[in-house]
């Protein structure tokens, strides 16, 4: 299973943008990246998937360079209810492997 | 649509005791998974069930068992209970061979 590597935290303020970059230099072939985000006393939630370059949707962006070693979730302005952990994940979508969590990166925006 | 449910919401025992933890997957999902998530920590793959048999298992003892019903619900038994035991407990659904899953809300097991 690849191994991802992200900050432990990061602080915004309300409005910004806000880039958390991922690492992964063993990412496999046939292996996807996935963002996760959770609340406080709530279980994750899925943000964001993609495969190379760059993937788009209502709530975030992600960018993944060609040699696919690491990736960089993009949260457009900010706001207080952003504020949570995020986990960057890697692995196949056959499922036959688990979805294997790190510690993640908790976002603190300030007003 | 209801999405993942699990009961009960929060929970305390006693060392040596036993627990069961339950759960309602997304309507649709086939597949249940259950995770451990220590305070500060992210959430760890204990276990899978797909047509109510054990799929795939992570590194959890064999105090920690499941079971999963015709309905596609699922149950988490925790026998022998330790103090590291204490944790949320949360559980996934999805179609199976999706790498999106859908969490409920979690269990927080104290155990005292």
């Known amino acids: 299973l690849a191994k991802t590597t992200q900050p432990i935290s990061m602080d915004s303020y309300e409005g910004q943008e806000v880039n958390i970059t991922c690492s992964h230099n063993?990412?496999?072939?046939?292996?996807?990246i996935t963002w996760y985000q959770q609340f406080p006393s709530q279980g994750p939630r899925f943000i964001i998937q993609g495969y190379k370059t760059k993937v788009t949707n209502e709530v975030a962006s992600l960018f993944i360079p060609a040699d696919r070693k690491s990736s960089t979730l993009s949260l457009p302005r900010v706001s207080l209810s952003d504020t949570a952990v995020y986990y960057c994940?890697?692995?196949?979508?056959?499922?036959?492997?688990?979805?294997?969590f790190g510690k993640g990166t908790r976002l603190s925006v300030i007003a | 649509d209801a999405g993942v449910t699990q009961s009960p919401t929060h929970l305390i025992k006693t060392r040596g005791q036993q627990v069961t933890l339950r759960c309602s997957p997304k309507s649709g999902h086939d597949t249940v998974s259950w995770y451990q998530q220590a305070l500060g920590q992210g959430p760890q793959f204990i276990f899978q069930?797909?047509?109510?048999?054990?799929?795939q298992r992570g590194n959890f003892p064999d105090r920690f068992s499941g079971h999963q019903f015709p309905n596609y619900s699922s149950e988490l038994n925790v026998n022998a209970l330790l103090l590291g035991d204490s944790a949320l407990y949360l559980c996934?659904?999805?179609?199976?061979?999706?790498?999106?899953?859908?969490f409920g809300p979690g269990t927080r097991l104290t155990v005292t």
């Open positions: 996934a659904s999805s179609l199976i061979d999706s790498y999106e899953q859908y």
């Open positions: 063993n990412i496999a072939t046939n292996d996807y």
């Open positions: 994940l890697v692995g196949d979508l056959s499922g036959n492997t688990p979805l294997v």
């Open positions: 069930y797909y047509e109510e048999e054990e799929r």
